[in-house]
RNA sequence: GCCCGUGUAGCUCAGAUGGUAGAGCAUUUCCAUGGUAAGGAAAAGGUCAUCGGUUCAAGUCCGAUCGCGGGCUCCA
């Protein structure tokens, strides 16, 4: 007899029994809903038969693991399904990832994304004929000879470390995978292939290109249904879409990667900045600006000529080199080298709203989030080693704050610590990655650390915030800098009366600004918080008769400082405020025979509440708490 | 950069199998003076991304270029 542990709960087997004979005997309900099981960190098939006694976890299908499995699971069906389809194909690796799946293969039909219906028909098939997932192990020469006419799968097995690898066949499909899989297909509730690309092999651009297609699934269809209907209103508070229909932005193709602002989208930009100077005076902060064409000797001085060449651009004056600033530090350094400093100055904090251009490659740009030219809400602290901690702190608290306002109240860190390229003292590194991560404990930052991702001059501290559809954007970052100093001979005269190295730090809080932009408006749908909003109010006469009254009303808004605008247009009421909704205005104010009479105003919010016949005063003192105290809703 | 898709009026999109362009919204003008998400009518608006090719004939087929979109190490 076989000894099975299951959660503390004893059970003896018959030999030759699997996991899920088991669990039937305890708890046949327990045993339906189990997908797979997991014993000492590894995770088993529920058809494992074990060969001594075990002790195991049960994972049923409400956990978030075994929707990995079911994904994975899942895109060994759709290759099952691209083999019986297209039987030259040659697959690679198809795992499970965040929200669904996806298998790259290599195959000489060209498949499209209208080929993906058929696909998923043929899915269907082989889910209804339900085939079992079946292990085999083998060693690694048998697996060779199984996989001989796939490159993939032979480099695959080569790069495997344990004598023996998984094989798993699902009727007449055989895959190379350490599983595990779901007990049966019928678990398959729901699925959907997303979409098609082209993802070169193991990711390196010198390597094949191969077909990539992503899909989901999920137990249910409910789930299915859900996750679709979030692609769908993702895709509605896509920045590029809104930025178009509110009149934000645009883009040219005389100008790719370069972002065009309108009227309505410098009111953003400029209100984000007038707060974000407010804030940075608070904390000391001294603006600087710095131009955006320098010499390429400074460049070669910072080390970008020699690291950063590819991305920069470059222009020709007076047959001298010069390049087009892709970072704000080397000529905050000049500023800061153009005169003596005491230690008494420190920390001198220059902040730079620098526009800086970098190549990028044109498959990458992407509406605001990618671009060839962004506003970096840069600053660069000079300040000894002993100062490092609380300015750090500083910074952080500052973030903190500003994220705040802007509703970002969910964010995580990220400590990257040295890459193998590095230059420095590994005793800085030990210092000065020890110190990031005392800073982060103390501030009691939700972090995890990035192995070998930080700068080569420093170890760093990125913030990550979730917006409201749970997306992850990386916006501030901290870096320690004890390089530069060096490189540009930076110096301040301490209390001995000798010269000092200062340290650097390179930090932004929103990161790039039209990047922000672009986060805000998919974050708020559009519907921007009052103190933001292009337009705060808009006056609606309900016919030319109370014309006059409501351009009194105008002019008040005006003169109160509001950004107003006046709808005087000949049309209906009913259109004028679907327009204002679509426009996404905060506050719409209703002026007819009413309102005239008794000389106030109705408003019909944005967020759906009405306020009938209120005086223009109060309702100016209302607006006025809205946007002094950036409120998030009116 | 690479793979796949795509590019028609300011915007959103129709335009099988090739026969010199259509709708709705927006714009302009006129009528209606209107009470909370589109009142009615008319007009104007396009070298169908660009360049080249096939053809008697190209928005449509082919090629190139440019732009845009989905992706391009969450590893069996």
Redesign the pocket.
């Known amino acids: 007899m076989v000894k099975i542990n299951i959660e503390g709960k004893l059970l003896e087997v018959e030999p030759g029994s699997s996991i899920k004979d088991a669990l039937r005997k305890l708890d046949p309900k327990l045993a339906k809903k189990t997908v797979i099981a997991i014993s000492d960190g590894k995770k088993l098939d529920l058809g494992h038969v074990p060969g001594e006694d075990i002790g195991i976890k049960p994972v049923t299908s409400d956990d978030s693991l075994a929707l990995d499995v079911l994904n994975h699971s899942t895109a060994h069906i759709m290759a099952h399904a691209i083999q019986r389809l297209y039987p030259d194909t040659k697959f690679a ?7 669904g799946f996806y298998y790259d293969f290599d195959t000489r039909s ?1 498949i ?2 209208q080929d993906l219906p058929k696909i998923e028909k043929e899915m269907k098939r082989i889910i209804k004929k339900n085939p079992k997932f079946e292990k085999k192990e083998v060693s690694k020469k048998q ?1 060779k000879s199984i996989f001989s006419d796939n490159p993939y799968k032979l480099e ?2 080569e ?2 470390e ?1 004598d023996r ?2 094989i798993y066949t699902t009727g007449d499909f055989v ?4 599983g595990p899989h779901i007990p049966t297909l019928a678990k398959i509730g729901a699925f959907k292939l997303l ?6 092999w ?4 010198e390597n094949k ?1 191969l ?2 297609i ?1 899909g989901t699934a999920f137990y249910s269809k409910e789930d299915l249904d859900a996750y679709i209907s979030r692609l769908e209103r993702a895709k509605e508070s ?1 920045h ?1 879409k809104i930025g ?1 229909e509110l009149d934000l932005f645009s ?1 040219h ?1 005389e100008a ?2 370069f972002p065009f602002f309108h009227p309505k989208g410098m009111v953003l930009i400029n209100n984000i900045l007038d707060y974000w100077r407010e804030e940075h005076k608070k904390e000391g902060y001294e603006e600087i600006k710095t131009p955006m064409i320098l010499s390429n000797e400074l460049w070669k001085t910072s080390g970008h000529w020699e690291n950063y060449k590819d991305n920069m651009y470059f222009v020709e004056i007076d047959q001298a080199e010069y390049a087009i600033k892709p970072m704000n530090c080397p000529g905050s350094n000049l500023i800061y080298r153009s005169r003596q400093h005491s230690y008494r100055e420190l920390p001198i904090r220059y902040p730079e709203i620098g526009l800086v251009h970098r190549h990028e ?7 605001l989030f990618r671009v060839r030219n962004f506003t970096q809400d840069d600053a660069h602290i000079y300040c000894t080693e002993a100062q490092l901690e609380e300015e750090i702190t500083r910074i952080i608290k500052l973030i903190a704050r500003m994220y705040d306002v802007f509703g970002f109240n969910e964010y995580h860190v990220e400590l990257s610590t040295r890459p193998p390229k590095r230059i420095g003292s590994e005793a800085i590194w030990d210092k000065s990655e020890a110190l990031l991560e005392k800073i982060i404990k103390e501030n009691k930052l939700d972090y995890k650390v990035n192995e070998g991702d930080g700068a080569f001059y420093g170890p760093k501290i990125d913030f990550h915030i979730k917006d409201c559809l749970d997306r992850t954007w990386q916006c501030a970052t901290i870096q320690l800098d004890f390089s530069t100093p060096e490189k540009f001979d930076l110096a301040y005269v301490g209390k001995d009366n000798a010269k000092h190295r200062p340290v650097m730090l390179h930090r932004v809080v929103l990161g790039s600004l039209e990047r922000f932009i672009g986060i805000l408006t998919e974050h708020y749908g559009g519907n921007f918080p009052a103190w933001l909003a292009p337009v705060q109010m808009v006056v609606l006469p ?4 109370f014309e006059q009254y409501a351009r009194n009303i105008y002019s008040r808004f005006e003169d109160e400082g509001f950004r107003a605008e006046f709808d005087n ?7 004028k ?2 327009e204002a ?2 426009n996404k205005v905060p506050y ?1 104010v ?7 009479q008794t000389q106030t105003l ?1 408003i ?1 919010t944005k967020s759906g509440r ?1 306020i ?1 016949e209120i005086r223009i005063d109060r309702f100016i003192g209302m607006a006025r708490e809205a946007t002094s105290k950036k409120k998030m809703d009116l």
Do not use: W
């Open positions: 690796i198809g795992p499970a990832i965040e929200e060209t499209t994304f697996a695959l097995i790069g495997i344990e690898v998984g895959d190379l995978c350490k979409s098609i690309a082209g993802a070169y193991r990711g390196k651009e290109m077909t990539r992503y896509d590029r178009k883009f193709d790719p990667g490659k044109s498959g990458v740009l992407h509406g309900i016919s030319e008769k247009r000949v049309e209906s009421l009913g259109k405020i679907r909704e679509l719409m209703v002026i007819g025979k009413n309102e005239q109705t019909r009405d009938k």
